[in-house]
């Protein structure tokens, strides 16, 4: 804040400690016309508060002041920019490191939960627009207040004006009293006769008794004015203060909803973990068109996180790409029954809602195939889509299974079982963020981060370190399947995951 005399155009940068400013009178002005009050000089133009209330209000200036008839950019205090500056402290706030995979359960003890922060950032949004509302009407209430300080009218004014006056009029008889001494000095040496210096000296007496009351009603005076310019100064300092805790509050409800909403977003975040396998076990390699073959989808949690897992499947075969039908049916077993896949897109299977580290689940499914279906190559994707208390998108390997088609009546002989294999770079596409299970249903709503695609948050591209054992000789034709991989296996399991990660709320 910087105080600025007209008359010599200085700058002068006071300390944010002092609460008035002592101008003197410009050059040339008779010390008759003295003023006590900064505020009475028409030649100076002081700039104050203006200042801290361009800072509170982003560089706007909200106020502009008239007093005795001319404008001035009134200095109402040093203090008040002072008090803006001590009541605007900035808050930081770290949000805590985000859950990776594979931390152990006695490193999550403190950690929040999905569900707490999903708690805070509503929270903290709440208190967010409640502080905003707040700030907006304490801005209505400190201009409302100073646009009262500043009226004649108010008490504080009024009383700072009477001073002010009263000061001016006392130093007014204290030059004249100043006068009269030295009038009566002036008498006192002209006088001639004894009788003549006697009565100058009696009025030099009185003239300097005159002038010490003067003296002691000017102090009064400058005294008194410099009360109520205090009392005013105050008013204003008060008014500043509770807006700059207003706004204080504003800031730190803001960074509070920034860093929950950061925090959310991180646990949002897709992670892969790849003890959480899912493996097919007795799935043959060769497969005789008209004949029904049973296997399991073994998942196993090999992680240090209790998980609620559920099982994605997909089945294609080569010949659907020439627009023929699916010559596939498969179906798993829910304990009491059995369900057919739709066959046309990936699906989640067999909800396990709980299960432990270490833990086994065996999902019983079968396979028959279409008595007209011709030789093809095909494939079978499995893999666990999971979530547990701090992550709502928990993703397992990916593993591929090829196998072949052959036509009715062919005599294969002993038919080794499938092989899992490293799936295709389209093949494991992941959706970008997940929110927690809300069961299996499918949908066609995208992700919660607008549909976009991408690997698992902690995990590696599909030709990254996925558990693999290998691909047989016999799976070398299959790269004929690629455009289909393509067209199928990537786009129907994105979407399923994608799908999965929406309904996972």
């Not at 929950?260 to 497969?287: D, F, H, K």
């Amino acid at each position: 804040m910087t105080c600025i005399t007209k008359e010599s155009g200085r700058h002068e940068q006071p300390s944010p400690s002092a609460l008035f400013i002592r101008l003197k009178p410009p050059q040339g002005q008779p010390r008759a016309e003295r003023k006590t009050s900064p505020f009475l000089y028409p030649g100076h133009k002081l700039i104050g508060i203006r200042a801290a209330l361009r800072t509170l209000h982003g560089g706007r200036s909200p106020f502009l002041f008239r007093q005795e008839g001319f404008p001035v950019k009134l200095c109402r205090s040093l203090a008040v920019a002072a008090a803006v500056a001590v009541t605007a402290p900035v808050a930081l706030f770290t949000a805590g490191p985000a859950l990776a995979a594979g931390t152990p359960a006695a490193q999550t003890q403190h950690q929040p939960t999905y569900a707490e922060l999903e708690k805070a950032a509503a929270d903290a949004e709440k208190a967010y627009e409640k502080a905003v509302a707040a700030e907006a009407e304490g801005r209505k209430k400190l201009e409302a207040t100073l646009d009262s300080l500043d009226s004649d009218t108010h008490p504080l004014k009024a009383a700072t004006i009477t001073a002010d006056r009263a000061a001016k009029e006392a130093a007014g008889a204290e030059d004249a009293a100043e006068k009269a001494v030295a009038d009566a000095e002036a008498a006192l040496e002209a006088a001639g006769s004894d009788t003549e210096k006697a009565e100058a000296q009696q009025a030099l007496d009185a003239a300097e008794a005159d002038l010490a009351k003067a003296v002691e009603a000017r102090q009064q005076a400058d005294a008194a004015a410099k009360a109520a310019r205090t009392a005013l100064d105050d008013a204003r300092v008060a008014a500043v203060r509770e807006y700059g805790a207003v706004k204080d509050t504003l800031e730190k409800a803001r960074e509070t909803k920034e860093a929950a909403e950061a925090a959310l977003a991180t646990a949002e975040e897709c992670v892969r973990e790849n003890g959480l396998t899912s493996l097919a076990v007795g799935l043959p390699s060769e497969v005789v068109a008209g004949t029904t073959v049973d296997f399991t989808l073994r998942v196993t949690n090999g992680t240090r996180r209790t998980l609620a897992v559920d099982p994605l499947v997909f089945f294609h075969a080569d010949s659907e790409g020439r627009g023929e039908k699916n010559p596939l049916e498969v179906q798993w077993s829910n304990g009491s029954g059995w369900r057919t896949l739709n066959g046309s897109e990936p699906e989640h299977i067999a909800r396990i809602d709980t299960m432990k580290p270490g833990e086994q689940s065996e999902v019983k499914l079968r396979m028959k195939v279409d008595s007209a279906a011709r030789a093809a190559d095909a494939f079978a994707l499995f893999a666990g889509d999971a979530s547990d208390a701090y992550r709502p998108c928990v993703l397992g390997p990916m593993k591929r299974y090829d196998f072949t088609l052959l036509p009715a009546g062919s005599k294969p002989g002993p038919v080794d079982e499938a092989e899992p294999g490293r799936p295709g770079e389209d093949d494991d596409k992941r959706p970008v963020t997940a929110e927690p299970g809300k069961g299996t249903g499918a949908g066609t709503g995208p992700s919660a981060q607008g549909g976009a695609s991408r690997q698992a948050a902690t995990g590696t591209g599909a030709g990254g370190s996925l558990a693999a054992t290998g691909t047989s000789s016999a799976m070398a034709p299959l790269a004929l399947t690629s455009a289909v991989t393509v067209a199928l296996g990537a786009g129907a399991v994105l979407t399923l995951r994608r799908r999965k990660a929406a309904d996972n709320a």
